[in-house]
């Protein structure tokens, strides 16, 4: 059975389904203001608090834990905060001005009390501009351990719950409390944002469908998304019950970020496979459309902070550290590996590959050692327990097998390492290997290369000189988000025992002239992209992402899940029934354009055939001697007479104009042009399609077109891009356009378009004293825009010379951005006006000329 979509996101979040405490009372609004805080409720996009000339520059960052250390004086009841100086959150302040404010909302790493929760509340606020969620304990459990961890997190990590011993199923009560959580996070947001000014970035998976509350409740937010973790294939994420709902709610933000190209590729194919969206490089930015919205897209890594690291290197205790496992080791080569316990991290492929160098190498045996410092598991489960079984096991078996009295192979610590401890290691060791099978970024290389270029400090406690050579091999995973900054280092696929052994092997004999060469390559590049250089990139791109938000009209459609806003020119607005009606009854010479497909019979309609309704509609437009109708369409001439049989005064203008034919009783005529070269580009399409499986070629009289919309969207895509190129360099000197459109391409003869029709039809009746006073044009595809521009330029004056500025609607199908200075929302609405303005023609009228209503069919 279909699994059910939530239907009201709001209500989802509501005491309906899950019982959501609220806040004793709302935290004072923080204002921009220096100085001013006040209580207050939160406007709407219109209001403002202060003129953005004299706010201060604020971000909101917005993760699922605040930046914060807290712990609890038992003996006095008080709580006793401090920041968290190894937090990445916390660490991104440095991209920003010193002027910048920088407020953090999310939740605290310990359970505050409800009684306690307004004092602790104010306080962070005053003493760190913290702002805490407080989930009730059924929410954090089910959002956190629930849905994050046992159903988003193995998801994007490519870990299908095929059975049970596999992960857990889709459990829709914890997808409620997972939008429970993000709807807490959003009235905290709410309750110190002032939207026309503040830039709110939000962190990681936890808050997928945050920036959907968000936007509902002020469409011009300023909204930024980083995503931490993996994005996965298609194949993977669409297995996901409410796949629609988290992309859609991430679509609402401004600019979405990725570690690697890789990742933001699998969202923009989700996103096309999906919701249809297609995407396209705009000066160097990827950019998604989204009714009218550019979503942008950010790939950049994570860096460190060099400084923090630094710091910590130079500690006595590090220096003593570094001191005690140089003599602990002394004649020994280390390899390091330091990853969190879970199963992704690969750990035991890593000693499974030890264990193969071990065997092959002999040499090694009794002087190399691997170090592997385990972090405690994040979470919790069965899958955590039976990895660090496998781990343990692994790790006695070879020592047992090659260790001896003076030697362990693999030393294992497992537990909380103090910071300066796993400094120490990852200066002394000669290599480090990080063999995760899937992770999002992964930051260990990045401190390893760190570490290992040292300081005088360092240099010292080493016993190195100051000038001594800087060396550090990596061996990482090709699965991890660094991977691919790292050109330097030898990467590996996990999976393949032998070859992880061989890299080992590789970096330890490898030359140390190479060895530097590959350090300082690496040094470099991680010194100049730090976290600050992070975050400075990615709010330079959000603040030009946001640029324009008040340039054009917006407002929200949609219900729950599905809300978006849609984002217009000021002029484009909804046309109205009764406004076109009233223009047309006072009008004596009528010119009427209107689309087919998409326009007068629906996009999606199997039977491309119009319906008896829309025949009787266009028949009764046609006999109103004040009208002439006509039809601009890309179908061929053949099947728009027989579709339109019936109406015998109505004009056809087929293959976009290239045959016109005035009314039933009158001869095609056609552009001359010369068509030979459809003998050149008929066998390169039929190739292609042969190629391409769900491609097909229509051949019209004038024109041939590939379509690919039953392709698979990625392959048809690139196919059609190929397909582009190959005909532009085949027909660069042929009279002809090649051009692409929506999931076509299509090749035609040079100076043929809809809006020559329109041109040639205005032209001929201005030529017979009849100029009108009355032109309509409505059509939904790219192609009707040159019919839009066309009427619009000669009803102005400057192109047509009209004895009068005539009545002009211009209307597009479907609220997106146009030359139109109207729209109509689907085919039903068109032809309800239509019907309206067939009801107000006289038929009997002597006083106005036969004009023919020009009906673009948009074939696309």
Same mark, same amino acid.
């Given at each position: 059975?279909?699994?059910?979509?939530?239907?009201?996101?709001?209500?989802?979040?509501?005491?309906?389904?899950?019982?959501?405490?609220?806040?004793?009372?709302?935290?004072?609004?923080?204002?921009?203001?220096? !100085?001013?805080?006040?209580?207050?409720?939160? =406007?709407?996009?219109?209001?403002?608090?202060?003129?953005?000339?004299?706010?201060?520059?604020?971000?909101?960052?917005?993760?699922?834990?605040?930046?914060?250390?807290?712990?609890?004086?038992?003996?006095?009841?008080?709580?006793?905060?401090?920041?968290?100086?190894?937090?990445?959150?916390?660490?991104?302040?440095?991209?920003?001005?010193?002027?910048?404010?920088?407020?953090?909302? =999310?939740?605290?790493?310990?359970?505050?009390?409800?009684?306690?929760?307004?004092?602790?509340?104010?306080?962070?606020?005053?003493?760190?501009?913290?702002?805490?969620?407080?989930?009730?304990?059924?929410?954090?459990?089910?959002?956190?351990?629930?849905?994050?961890?046992?159903?988003?997190?193995?998801?994007?990590?490519?870990?299908?719950?095929?059975?049970?011993?596999?992960?857990?199923?889709?459990?829709?009560?914890?997808?409620?409390?997972?939008?429970?959580?993000? %709807?807490?996070?959003?009235?905290?947001?709410?309750?110190?944002?002032?939207?026309?000014?503040?830039?709110?970035?939000?962190?990681?998976?936890?808050?997928?469908?945050?920036?959907?509350?968000?936007?509902?409740?002020?469409?011009?937010?300023?909204?930024?998304?980083?995503?931490?973790?993996?994005?996965?294939?298609?194949?993977?994420?669409?297995?996901?019950?409410?796949?629609?709902?988290?992309?859609?709610?991430?679509?609402?933000?401004?600019?979405?970020?990725?570690?690697?190209?890789?990742?933001?590729?699998?969202?923009?194919?989700?996103?096309?496979?999906?919701?249809?969206?297609?995407?396209?490089? %705009?000066?160097?930015?990827?950019?998604?459309?989204?009714?009218?919205?550019?979503?942008?897209?950010?790939?950049?890594?994570?860096?460190?902070?060099?400084?923090?690291?630094?710091?910590?290197?130079?500690?006595?205790?590090?220096?003593?550290?570094?001191?005690?496992?140089?003599?602990?080791?002394?004649?020994?080569?280390?390899?390091?590996?330091?990853?969190?316990?879970?199963?992704? +991290?690969?750990?035991?492929?890593?000693?499974?590959?030890?264990?193969?160098?071990?065997?092959?190498?002999?040499?090694?045996?009794? %002087?190399?050692?691997?170090?592997?410092?385990?972090?405690?598991?994040?979470?919790?489960?069965?899958?955590?327990?039976?990895?660090?079984?496998?781990?343990?096991?692994?790790?006695?078996?070879?020592?047992?097998?090659?260790?001896?009295?003076?030697?362990?192979?693999?030393?294992?610590?497992?537990?909380?390492?103090?910071?300066?401890? +796993?400094?120490?290691?990852?200066?002394?060791?000669?290599?480090?290997?990080?063999?995760?099978?899937?992770?999002?970024?992964?930051?260990?290389?990045? +401190?390893?290369?760190?570490?290992?270029?040292?300081?005088?400090?360092?240099?010292?406690?080493?016993?190195?000189?100051?000038?001594?050579?800087?060396?550090?091999?990596?061996?990482?995973?090709?699965?991890? !988000?660094?991977?691919?900054?790292?050109?330097?280092?030898?990467?590996?696929?996990?999976?393949?025992?032998?070859?992880?052994?061989?890299?080992?092997?590789?970096?330890?004999?490898?030359?140390?002239?190479?060895?530097?060469?590959?350090?300082?390559?690496?040094?470099r590049y991680v010194s100049s992209h730090d976290v600050a250089y992070w975050a400075r990139s990615f709010m330079q791109d959000m603040e030009r992402a946001c640029k324009d938000h008040y340039d054009k009209r917006?407002?929200?459609? !949609?219900?729950?899940?599905?809300?978006?806003?849609?984002?217009?020119?000021?002029?484009?607005?909804?046309?109205?029934?009764?406004?076109?009606?009233?223009?047309?009854?006072?009008?004596?010479?009528?010119?009427?354009?209107?689309?087919?497909?998409?326009?007068?019979?629906?996009?999606?309609?199997?039977?491309?055939?119009?319906?008896?309704?829309?025949?009787?509609?266009?028949?009764?437009?046609?006999?109103?001697?004040?009208?002439?109708?006509?039809?601009?369409?890309?179908?061929?001439?053949?099947?728009?007479?027989?579709?339109?049989?019936?109406?015998?005064?109505?004009?056809?203008?087929?293959?976009?104009?290239?045959?016109?034919?005035?009314?039933?009783?009158?001869?095609?005529?056609?552009?001359?042009?010369?068509?030979?070269? +459809?003998?050149?580009?008929?066998?390169?399409?039929?190739?292609?399609?042969?190629?391409?499986?769900?491609?097909?070629?229509?051949?019209?009289?004038?024109?041939?077109?590939?379509?690919?919309?039953?392709?698979?969207?990625?392959?048809?895509?690139?196919?059609?891009?190929?397909?582009?190129?190959?005909?532009?360099?085949?027909?660069?000197?042929?009279?002809?356009?090649?051009?692409?459109?929506?999931?076509?391409?299509?090749?035609?003869?040079?100076?043929?378009?809809?809006?020559?029709?329109?041109?040639?039809?205005?032209?001929?009746?201005?030529?017979?004293? %009849?100029?009108?006073?009355?032109?309509?044009?409505?059509?939904?595809?790219?192609?009707?825009?040159?019919?839009?521009?066309?009427?619009?330029?000669?009803?102005?004056?400057?192109?047509?010379?009209?004895?009068?500025?005539?009545?002009?609607?211009?209307?597009?199908?479907?609220?997106?951005?146009?030359?139109?200075?109207?729209?109509?929302?689907?085919?039903?609405?068109?032809?309800?006006?239509?019907?309206?303005?067939?009801?107000?023609?006289?038929?009997?009228?002597?006083?106005?000329?036969?004009?023919?209503?020009?009906?673009?069919?948009?074939?696309?």
């Open positions: 059975m279909a699994a059910r979509s939530c239907g009201n996101f709001l209500d989802l979040a509501s005491g309906e389904l899950l019982d959501v405490p609220q806040t004793p009372r709302g935290l004072p609004r923080v204002m921009t203001l220096p !100085g001013v805080i006040t209580d207050g409720n939160v =406007g709407s996009d219109a209001d403002s608090d202060c003129s953005s000339s004299v706010c201060r520059e604020r971000k909101i960052i917005v993760a699922n834990m605040l930046p914060l250390q807290a712990q609890k004086d038992y003996g006095t009841g008080k709580w006793h905060f401090s920041w968290d100086e190894d937090s990445l959150y916390l660490q991104l302040k440095d991209g920003f001005s010193p002027e910048t404010e920088v407020i953090y909302v =999310g939740s605290l790493k310990v359970e505050i009390e409800p009684n306690e929760q307004e004092e602790v509340a104010q306080r962070l606020l005053d003493d760190f501009k913290c702002v805490p969620t407080f989930l009730p304990r059924d929410i954090q459990k089910n959002f956190y351990y629930g849905f994050c961890k046992q159903q988003l997190w193995p998801l994007f990590h490519y870990m299908l719950p095929v059975c049970r011993d596999h992960g857990d199923r889709f459990d829709r009560l914890l997808w409620q409390a997972y939008v429970s959580a993000n %709807k807490i996070f959003a009235d905290k947001v709410m309750e110190i944002v002032n939207p026309e000014d503040d830039f709110i970035w939000i962190h990681d998976y936890h808050l997928m469908v945050l920036p959907t509350f968000l936007r509902k409740s002020y469409n011009r937010v300023k909204l930024g998304f980083f995503l931490h973790s993996p994005f996965p294939s298609s194949e993977i994420y669409r297995t996901l019950p409410v796949r629609d709902e988290i992309l859609k709610g991430l679509l609402n933000s401004d600019l979405i970020g990725f570690h690697t190209f890789d990742y933001a590729r699998h969202f923009l194919s989700c996103c096309g496979r999906m919701l249809g969206l297609d995407y396209e490089s %705009k000066r160097g930015h990827i950019g998604l459309d989204y009714f009218g919205r550019t979503v942008y897209i950010k790939i950049l890594p994570v860096g460190i902070h060099m400084g923090r690291l630094e710091s910590v290197l130079n500690l006595p205790s590090t220096c003593n550290k570094v001191k005690e496992i140089q003599e602990h080791f002394k004649g020994k080569t280390l390899i390091l590996g330091v990853d969190d316990m879970d199963i992704f +991290k690969g750990i035991s492929l890593k000693f499974l590959a030890f264990e193969q160098l071990l065997l092959q190498h002999r040499e090694f045996q009794g %002087k190399l050692v691997l170090v592997q410092i385990v972090n405690p598991a994040r979470s919790s489960g069965k899958d955590v327990q039976e990895a660090k079984r496998e781990t343990y096991s692994a790790a006695k078996r070879i020592n047992e097998i090659y260790g001896c009295p003076d030697y362990e192979p693999i030393v294992l610590i497992d537990g909380p390492t103090p910071r300066y401890e +796993k400094t120490a290691y990852y200066a002394v060791a000669e290599c480090c290997i990080v063999n995760a099978v899937r992770d999002g970024m992964n930051l260990v290389p990045y +401190k390893y290369i760190v570490c290992r270029q040292g300081s005088s400090v360092m240099n010292e406690a080493m016993g190195a000189k100051p000038d001594s050579l800087k060396t550090g091999m990596l061996v990482v995973s090709e699965f991890i !988000g660094c991977s691919p900054s790292l050109s330097g280092a030898i990467r590996v696929n996990p999976w393949d025992i032998d070859a992880v052994a061989e890299a080992m092997n590789m970096a330890i004999t490898m030359s140390e002239a190479e060895k530097q060469q590959r350090h300082d390559k690496h040094y917006c407002w929200g459609i !949609g219900l729950g899940l599905g809300f978006r806003v849609i984002s217009l020119s000021p002029s484009f607005r909804k046309l109205s029934v009764d406004h076109i009606i009233s223009a047309y009854k006072r009008t004596s010479r009528r010119a009427i354009f209107l689309d087919y497909d998409g326009t007068v019979v629906p996009q999606s309609s199997m039977a491309i055939s119009p319906s008896p309704e829309v025949v009787t509609v266009l028949d009764a437009l046609c006999n109103d001697p004040n009208n002439t109708v006509f039809i601009v369409s890309g179908r061929d001439r053949t099947s728009l007479d027989d579709w339109l049989a019936p109406c015998e005064k109505l004009g056809l203008a087929a293959e976009h104009g290239y045959f016109i034919r005035w009314d039933k009783i009158s001869e095609w005529e056609s552009l001359a042009a010369d068509l030979d070269w +459809k003998e050149i580009v008929e066998p390169i399409m039929k190739q292609y399609t042969e190629a391409t499986d769900g491609s097909s070629l229509e051949v019209k009289d004038t024109a041939l077109v590939w379509h690919h919309q039953d392709a698979d969207p990625d392959f048809g895509s690139c196919q059609a891009k190929e397909l582009l190129d190959h005909l532009e360099n085949v027909l660069a000197n042929e009279p002809v356009v090649v051009r692409r459109g929506q999931h076509i391409v299509e090749v035609k003869p040079q100076g043929v378009t809809k809006g020559l029709v329109a041109e040639k039809v205005l032209s001929k009746m201005v030529s017979n004293g %009849k100029a009108p006073d009355f032109l309509m044009c409505i059509g939904d595809d790219r192609s009707d825009e040159d019919m839009f521009e066309s009427i619009l330029i000669s009803g102005s004056g400057s192109g047509q010379s009209l004895p009068a500025v005539p009545e002009i609607f211009a209307c597009t199908v479907g609220q997106k951005p146009s030359k139109a200075k109207y729209y109509l929302d689907d085919t039903t609405d068109v032809v309800r006006m239509l019907r309206g303005l067939a009801n107000s023609s006289d038929p009997k009228s002597r006083h106005s000329t036969h004009l023919q209503v020009a009906f673009d069919s948009t074939f696309w």
